[in-house]
C-alpha cells in the first residue's frame, strides 16, 4: 500500500522531498558486497593459487599462532574456515590450506578502484568497510538493476575481481538481497516484492536481532519474518522499546536510513553570541543569517550537504547540539532552515536563555566531482 502513497509524493519538488520520508522509502540502493576479498586479490595475483584453499591471515606471524583469519577462499570455506576464526582452528579444519599474511594497504587501493567504479554512477557512496558498499542510486536515471549489472561486469573486466549485489528499495532490503546468492551473485528485490521476500526469512535476519532477542521473539511464537510484520506493534514497543518499533519497521519492509557517504568528517560551520535580550524571533533571524553564510560557502565549494547540525550554549555554559541527517542534498538557505528551525525547537529552553548560537552542515557530497578519492583515508 505504501509505494502508492509514494508515488503521488514523488511528485513533490526535490527540496519537498526532504521532509516527506514516505517518499524516501522507494529509493533505489545497491549493496555491493566483494567476494572473498583478499583472498579473492591474491589469488588474482598469482594464478597458482586459482582453485586452491587460501586463508588470508591477521597476525600470521604473532607467536603461537595466535592470528586470526581475515578471508577465506571459498575453496577454504568447504572445510569450515571463516573470518575471525582463530588461526590454529582453521589450521586444524584445512591443514593444507595456503595461509598469506594480510597486505592491507594494498588491499586499501583495490578498494579504492572498485569505488571508482561506483562513482561514474552515483556519489551517494557509502563504505560499511572495505569490500562492502550501499550505493544510493535514486537520481540516477537508468534502472538500478542494469545499474548493479554494468558495475558487476566492470568490477569484472577492469579489476578481475567478482561482486555480489542485492537492489532493494532500502539499505535494510538490499543487505538481504545481496546475502542470497554469493558470490557473484545478483538478486533484485521491486518494491512490489517486499513483502512477499521478507515472509518466510527467520527473524534472526533482520539487523539488531542477536540470539537474545531472537530467544524473546521465539518465545512470542515469532520465528519468521513475517510473522512478527503481523505482530501488535505496541506490544513489540512495550516488550523491546524503541527496538521493537524499528524491527517492526524492518519485518514490514521499511528502513528510513539514508546512505551517508564518507567524507563526513567535512563541515562548514558559522556561530554568534547573543545579546542578553535576544528574542526567539530574532534567533530564527540570526539562524537565517548563518544559513545564508553556509549556503554562500557551499554554493562556493560547488557541495551540497546533507546533515544539519543546531549548536547552543545556555546561559549556564551548558552546551546542546540536535543534528538530522536528511535524503536530499541541501544548499539553500530555506533549505537549511526547514531543518535548523525544528531542531532549534527540540532543545529545552525551559527557564534558560541561549548565549551562543551555531549552525553547521555536514555530509557533503561534491556536486562538481562525483568521484571521492579520500574515501578510505
Ligand atoms: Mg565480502
Redesign the pocket.
Known amino acids: 500500500m505504501w509505494q502508492i502513497q509514494n508515488r503521488e509524493r514523488e511528485e513533490e519538488p526535490p527540496h519537498f522531498r526532504i521532509s516527506a520520508s514516505l517518499s524516501s522509502m522507494l529509493r533505489k540502493i545497491i549493496h555491493l558486497?566483494?567476494?572473498?576479498?583478499y583472498a579473492s586479490i591474491e589469488q588474482r595475483d598469482n594464478p597458482s593459487l586459482k582453485g586452491q584453499p587460501v586463508i588470508v591471515v591477521m597476525g600470521l606471524d604473532a607467536p603461537h599462532r595466535h592470528g586470526a583469519v581475515a578471508t577465506a577462499s571459498y575453496e577454504a570455506r568447504k572445510f569450515g574456515v571463516h573470518s575471525a576464526m582463530p588461526l590454529a582452528q582453521a589450521t586444524r579444519l584445512c591443514p593444507q590450506g595456503i595461509f598469506l599474511p594480510v597486505r592491507l594497504e594494498y588491499y586499501r587501493q583495490v578498494s579504492r578502484q572498485v569505488m571508482e567504479i561506483f562513482s561514474q554512477y552515483t556519489s551517494l557512496i557509502e563504505p560499511v568497510s572495505i569490500?562492502?558498499s550501499y550505493l544510493d542510486v535514486t537520481e540516477n536515471p537508468r534502472d538500478a538493476v542494469d545499474i548493479a549489472i554494468a558495475i558487476k561486469q566492470e568490477i569484472k573486466s577492469r579489476l578481475n575481481l567478482t561482486a555480489t549485489a542485492g537492489v532493494g528499495p532500502n539499505k535494510f532490503i538490499a543487505k538481504l538481497a545481496s546475502g542470497m546468492h554469493k558470490p557473484d551473485g545478483l538478486t533484485v528485490v521491486r518494491p512490489h516484492q517486499v513483502q512477499e521476500f521478507l515472509r518466510d526469512l527467520p527473524v534472526e535476519s533482520i539487523l539488531g536481532v542477536g540470539p537474545v532477542t531472537q530467544r524473546k521473539l521465539n518465545s512470542l511464537k515469532i520465528f519468521t519474518i513475517g510473522q512478527l510484520a503481523a505482530f501488535d506493534r505496541t506490544q513489540l514497543k512495550e516488550r523491546f522499546g524503541k527496538l521493537g518499533l524499528q524491527f517492526y519497521d524492518f519485518a514490514n519492509g521499511i528502513d528510513l536510513r539514508p546512505v551517508v557517504p564518507a567524507r563526513s568528517h567535512m563541515q562548514i560551520s558559522r556561530e554568534t553570541t547573543l545579546g542578553n535580550r535576544t528574542s526567539m524571533d530574532s534567533i530564527q533571524q540570526i539562524l537565517a543569517s548563518l544559513a545564508e553564510g553556509i549556503e554562500d560557502h557551499l554554493k562556493k565549494e560547488g557541495h551540497c550537504a546533507r546533515t544539519v547540525t543546531v549548536k547552543v550554549r545556555l546561559d549556564n555554559q551548558r552546551q546542546m547540539t540536535r543534528s538530522r541527517t536528511v535524503f536530499g542534498k541541501l544548499q539553500h538557505k530555506e533549505e537549511l532552515l526547514k531543518i535548523a528551525l525544528p531542531l532549534l525547537e527540540k532543545i529545552d529552553l525551559k527557564g534558560k536563555k541561549i548565549r551562543r548560537i551555531g549552525l553547521s552542515v555536514s555530509n557533503l557530497i561534491s556536486l562538481k566531482d562525483p568521484y571521492q578519492p579520500q574515501l578510505f583515508d
Do not use: K
Not at 558486497?33 to 576479498?37: G, L, Q, R, V
Open positions: 558486497d566483494m567476494d572473498a576479498f569490500d562492502e
